[in-house]
């Protein structure tokens, strides 16, 4: 009877111990990092946003931590894509916007956010935009496209291979044409013109939007883009479906990863240009086609934490959610974005768009979001997309290899809101550096000045041939030059900086 009573007791210490190892040993989150295109500041609802509703979205802000000094890298969309999935800063590896045929520019051997989770133990996927370059020199549209995804850590991958504006118009599911016929084979060329598809600088009478002399190529479901296409008829993608066909590739990623943990890399087109909305969000803003593709982004958004609640994983689940680069109203076709923005502030309360050095062009809309685990509030920590890689790993438990990720700094605490200290520094990049130290800003010099084709955009560039300094605290809009007034401070920003370049 003594032994049985020692056995049963040591049976109830196993079973407690074994109980309490797993209540401290969770599995690992999942991870959902949603990244929008050309999203502003002031683009959302909670920002302030006129004519067009985002509930979705601020529901995630309401709940999670609002974030009003979080940064891309970069004021355009391939460097800013480059440095979250490294990160390192795109001018390390002269990371610039990539035409739909440039090889792959993140090098295979080198750690990605999604090879260390990967390495963690993580299902990884990317769906959506791409931007990043694909296989090695002229690629081959007809079979697999390699390297790509899965060459730098994510097991599952279905790309707009560049962007919605150019050529190929066909998506890419685990590097593969989706649909590609071998009797009709794909032709691409950004050097040349291709027999087959009509040119919309030749037949604007095909087109539903009109646009400017660089996005006049090949024409494609009524719309003309950059570079020439010919074949693929059967593959060709329909702007309209891109919300629907994105968001359930989602969907299945995370039904069947819902058991174990996984990342996945949510890139939306949205709100880039063409801005061809699907049919139930024509007339959801007042500002046309660019204001009915933020609610287009909304609805996916709340589609995608749906998922997450019907499944049962929202609590284990770390959404991350932010845009790539600053708005820009005009950017090539004619969808009367310029003329019906109304009051509304696109880049908020600051200065810049896409393409600028000033604020705008890389002050982010971005939301945490992770039920039961993190407080909601507003928070001013100043953060950058290059520290994700850094601090998701921390959340991983997961050691970076020497030399992958040197621009990134651990600020989980910050990300999760748990302390509004972020980064002391921080460096901005667009066609020129700026260098944020705390409220303080410095802009490097650029000789020549702000480049037509920006001014055509309507942007400011920032772009100037003698320093620039600001005081963000006292002057959000950057209109105080304070360069003479602080000699000594602006040497030293400027140091610092040539430093990081250096």
Aim: net charge negative; charged share 20%; with cysteine.
């Amino acid at each position: 009877m003594k032994n049985l009573l020692l056995t049963t007791t040591c049976l109830a210490t196993v079973t407690a111990c074994t109980t309490a190892k797993k209540e401290v040993t969770p599995q690992k989150p999942n991870v959902l990092i949603v990244y929008v295109d050309d999203l502003g500041f002031g683009d959302v609802g909670i920002n302030g946003a006129k004519g067009v509703q985002t509930p979705h979205v601020d529901r995630l802000a309401k709940n999670g931590v609002n974030f009003t000094d979080a940064h891309c890298s970069a004021a355009t969309c391939t460097p800013s894509r480059y440095s979250l999935l490294t990160g390192s800063y795109a001018f390390r590896n002269q990371a610039a916007v990539l035409p739909g045929d440039a090889p792959l520019i993140i090098d295979p051997n080198k750690g990605t956010l999604a090879s260390m989770l990967k390495d963690a133990g993580y299902t990884t996927g990317v769906i959506g935009k791409w931007h990043l370059g694909l296989g090695m020199g002229q690629v081959n549209w007809n079979e697999e496209v390699k390297p790509g995804p899965k060459e730098i850590g994510f097991d599952y991958s279905f790309l707009i291979p560049a962007t919605g504006d150019r050529v190929p118009c066909v998506f890419l599911e685990n590097q593969r044409v989706v649909g590609v016929d071998p009797n009709d084979p794909i032709t691409v060329s950004y050097s040349s013109r291709v027999d087959g598809l009509p040119l919309g600088s030749e037949h604007p009478e095909l087109l539903k939007q009109q646009a400017d002399p660089q996005h006049s190529n090949t024409i494609i479901n009524g719309i003309s883009r950059i570079g020439y296409m010919s074949g693929g008829e059967k593959a060709l993608w329909k702007d309209e479906d891109f919300p629907f066909v994105l968001t359930e590739k989602a969907k299945t990623f995370m039904t069947e990863n819902k058991d174990n943990p996984f990342f996945l890399y949510f890139a939306f087109h949205d709100i880039h240009v063409p801005r061809v909305v699907n049919e139930q969000f024509v007339g959801q803003s007042t500002m046309g086609p660019r204001g009915d593709a933020i609610a287009q982004m909304d609805w996916c958004v709340g589609q995608l934490v749906k998922q997450l609640e019907d499944l049962g994983i929202a609590e284990n689940t770390l959404i991350i959610f932010s845009s790539d680069n600053g708005p820009v109203l005009d950017d090539g076709y004619a969808d009367m974005a310029v003329e019906l923005v109304g009051d509304h502030q696109p880049a908020g309360p600051f200065r810049g768009a896409k393409y600028s050095i000033y604020e705008a062009g890389t002050r982010m809309p971005t939301i945490v979001y992770w039920p039961g685990k993190v407080t909601p509030k507003v928070s001013s920590a100043m953060l950058t997309q290059v520290d994700l890689y850094a601090s998701l790993a921390k959340l991983a438990g997961q050691e970076i290899a020497p030399g992958d990720a040197p621009d990134s700094q651990d600020h989980l605490d910050a990300w999760l809101g748990k302390t509004e200290t972020g980064r002391e520094s921080m460096l901005e990049e667009a066609y020129t550096f700026a260098l944020r130290k705390g409220d303080w800003k410095y802009i490097k010099p650029q000789t020549g000045g702000t480049p037509d084709w920006m001014k055509n955009k309507q942007v400011e560039s920032g772009l100037e041939d003698v320093p620039q300094l600001y005081h963000l605290k006292d002057d959000l809009q950057e209109s105080v030059n304070l360069a003479g007034n602080y000699p000594e401070l602006v040497e030293e920003m400027a140091a610092e900086l040539e430093k990081i370049l250096q």
